[in-house]
């Protein structure tokens, strides 16, 4: 397996990441055990997931399921650079505050969500798992510096954004001497290449992985 830094942190992880997105949905949680098993056999030691994975009527089961796994020991935790994320809602979108989006109150309710389920003390890559355009950038890192300042998150990392968004919450984020966004999660493949005329060079420019 080859490792690689995520972005322009220390952060060594494995160049192929564990996407979980089917756990407790179409795959079985003793299947979703077996795979975990042997990924960390092959070395990959990068997994990612998301409050909301788990199925229709099931969000958060994903990560449920990967904190059963942690809880078998063995070293499954230690050996883990665990990924997750926030952004959509995990209850009714009409109750005021959980609809798509961000704010310092929803993230630090879904952050403990999220700890509680995958049964750890911390994650070591929360991800905003969409670009939220109503946010200001002091309320944005307010909330995530105090998360990583209280050892929740270890790093903060963004899936879906724009390459104008990368650069917004980055420069940001350098102006208040914080490390900011170490990775980007996008879709890229031979039928989209579209990351290709912003997203990609954004990230290169401001250090971010992709």
């Not at 322009?8 to 756990?23: A, Y």
């Amino acid at each position: 397996m080859r490792y690689t830094n995520l972005g322009k942190s220390n952060l060594k992880v494995s160049r192929i990441c564990l996407g979980t997105m089917h756990f407790g949905s179409a795959t079985a949680e003793k299947d979703a055990f077996a795979i975990m098993d042997r990924a960390l056999e092959m070395g990959i030691n990068f997994f990612d997931t998301a409050n909301v994975y788990g199925g229709s009527g099931g969000r958060g089961k994903t990560e449920e399921i990967m904190g059963r796994w942690f809880q078998q020991g063995g070293g499954r935790r230690d050996q883990v650079v665990l990924a997750s994320k926030v952004y959509g809602n995990m209850v009714d979108p009409s109750i005021p505050n959980e609809a798509r989006g961000l704010s310092a109150y929803k993230v630090r309710k879904h952050a403990a969500d999220s700890l509680r389920r995958l049964q750890t003390d911390h994650m070591d890559l929360y991800q905003v798992h969409h670009i939220d355009r109503q946010i200001t950038t002091e309320e944005f890192w307010g909330i995530f510096e105090r998360l990583v300042d209280q050892g929740d998150i270890l790093y903060v990392g963004t899936s879906n954004f724009p390459g104008w968004g990368l650069a917004k919450f980055q420069m940001s984020a350098l102006q208040r001497g914080f490390l900011g966004l170490v990775s980007e999660q996008t879709q890229y493949n031979l039928l989209n290449r579209i990351p290709e005329l912003e997203v990609l060079p954004a990230a290169l420019e401001f250090g971010i992985g992709v």
